[in-house]
Every structure is written in C-alpha cells, then in structure tokens.
C-alpha cells in the first residue's frame, strides 16, 4: 500500500520495536536517513555487510550506533534507501515497511505500506516526513540528511531544485555549516598517518611519460595501496608504490580504466613478477599487489616495464 508522508508517520507511531534496515555497503543516505528516522521516531538502525567508507566515517563522526547483520526479533522492518531484495543479502522479511527513492520498486508490492517518491535521495524524503510530524530537525540527524542528499546526489550534479530547497532548509533549521559536513564527506582520508603516506609517495614519485600514458613508481614505509590509489587520482594512468618490511618488498600496484581497457592486468603482472622474485601477488586487473624479494628499484622497474609491454603490443597482437 502506498502512503503519503502523514500515513507513513501514523502507520510507525503503532510500532514498538522497529529496525530500520539499511541496503548492504550501506551508504550516506541509506545511513543518514535511517539515523533521522530513529531519532524521531525511536528503534534500531540495522546495516547489511558494513557501511560503504564515506557513511563510516559519518557514523564515526555522527556516533551513529547501528547493528551489524540484524538477527533480532522486531515487530516492523523499515527498509529504507533500497529497492531489491537482492542488496539485502537474502535478509529474511516478514512484515516490513519501505521507505525509497529508487525506480525500480520491486520490494513495494509485499511490504505493509511504502512510501515512495521520485526524488533524488531518500533523505530529502525524510526530511519530508519529520516536517509533517513538526519534530525538530537536530543536529546530527541534519547533518547526516545533508551527507545523504550530497552524495546520492553526485555533489549535485543530478540535484534537483528539491535538493537543493532541502539542503538550504536543514541548514536553516539545524545552524550547521555546509563546509563542515564537506569535510567530512572529503576523500582525504582522517588519519594523519595515511596523509602523510600520500604526501611522501607524492614527493618520491617518479614518473615516466610515454605517448600519452603516465607512469608513477614511490616508496612508502606503508599504506602502499591507499597512496598508490591516490597517485592515480592526482595523474598517474599506472602506479606502483612499494614498502619495504624487513627483507620483504610490498608491491602496490593501480591502474585507471583507461589502461585496464587497454590492456593493463595488474593480476597477471603481479602474478608473474611475483614467481621471478621469489614471492606471491594477484589482485583485480586495476588493484593487485604482491610481496616479493629483492631490490626495490629493480623490482618497481620491472611492473613498469611489464606495464609498457602491454599498452605498447601493436594493435590486434
Ligand atoms: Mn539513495
């Protein structure tokens, strides 16, 4: 049954123990609206498989308590954010509730009653029915809206007037500045330690152009596969960063689309370099890594030079 905004309010209000349940690699606006849900309504914010990283760290900085995997008994099931049964792992659903923006509706013809609309982000949705309720819109669960609406959002690349009426009325109402929940939905991670990695793998890169694809090989003592990500974000099509542990070299290697598409498996390379030194490595085509012995700079030259085999093969070959 589809409801509006009021009916959704009156149809919780005769529930006791609900779980809102969040799709699996929850993400902001999963999270953030599910939290705005609990805080005004009351019960218990369910998370299939973990949180993707950008609602991990507004959980953290929100202290956001959710269950992991919901097992309990709960007299209503909100799901909220997801429209397959699929992203929720086989969870098993007896009576349930949606709450969704998404088209494709699939898990609203067997819940009790839904709420569904075409909005850009279910957190704009709840927004919505905190104001049918008047319940005051507090701090963090607005900042946890906004975080939700940004993101599913692209950065307001796909907002709609909606979104953006909605972010201008949670700030309004909550006093919270737009710049402080950027920095916190910022890709540079929170660890200074990690920081300082990416700084040092910038600063020891060594890049080599050819035609036009870019090369990068670094050094770190660690964190080799988060600073060998970002050298590829600031410019680099292929990068390797390696970490020495005792007598062990760690090799991080990352590549983007483009030279996956063209040739570039990491897998195989790790693999391969990996049996010549002595050691083991694999991965995915754009992320593997291996740990292998010998000389770093040997070593760092071979994967390039493997790389450029690759991209270099005459076409059809
Ligand atoms: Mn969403």
């Known amino acids: 049954m589809e409801i509006d905004e009021a009916e959704f309010v009156n149809q919780l209000l005769d529930y006791h123990n609900i779980l809102y ?15 705005a849900l609990k805080e005004a309504l009351g019960g218990t914010i369910g998370v299939i498989d973990g949180c993707d990283r950008v609602a991990s760290v507004l959980a953290k900085q929100l202290n956001i308590e959710f269950v992991m995997d919901p097992t309990g008994e709960y007299d209503l099931v909100v799901v909220v954010d997801t429209s397959t049964l699929a992203q929720l792992n086989g969870f098993p659903l007896k009576d349930y509730a949606v709450i969704d923006h998404h088209s494709t509706t699939s898990l609203n013809e067997k819940a009790i009653f839904s709420l569904h609309k075409n909005k850009s982000s279910t957190a704009e949705i709840v927004l919505g029915v905190l104001n049918v309720m008047g319940a005051p819109i507090m701090r963090r669960a607005a900042f946890a809206l906004i975080a939700g609406i940004i993101t599913d959002t692209g950065n307001f690349k796909h907002a709609t007037s909606d979104s953006f009426k909605a972010v201008a009325e949670l700030i309004e109402l909550s006093g919270i500045g737009y710049s402080e929940v950027m920095d916190a939905l910022s890709t540079l991670p929170q660890d200074i330690s990690m920081r300082i990695a990416f700084l040092k793998a910038a600063q020891r890169a060594v890049i080599e152009r050819v035609d036009d694809w870019v090369f990068v090989t670094s050094q770190v003592s660690s964190f080799g ?6 050298l590829v974000s600031i410019g680099a099509d292929v990068a390797f960063v390696a970490s020495k542990e005792d007598d062990l070299v760690k090799v991080s290697g990352r590549a983007r689309k483009c030279a996956i598409n063209a040739g570039v498996n990491l897998a195989k390379l790790m693999e391969e370099i990996s049996v010549k030194h002595n050691g083991t490595g694999g991965g995915h085509e754009g992320a593997a890594g291996m740990d292998v012995r010998g000389d770093v700079d040997q070593i760092l030259a071979a994967c390039i030079d493997d790389v450029k085999k690759c991209l270099m093969k005459p076409q059809g070959a």
């Open 225 to 230: 596969g988060a600073a060998a990500s970002n």
């Open 21 to 35: 349940l969040c799709h699996r690699h929850a993400d902001p606006d999963a999270l953030g609206s599910a939290f």
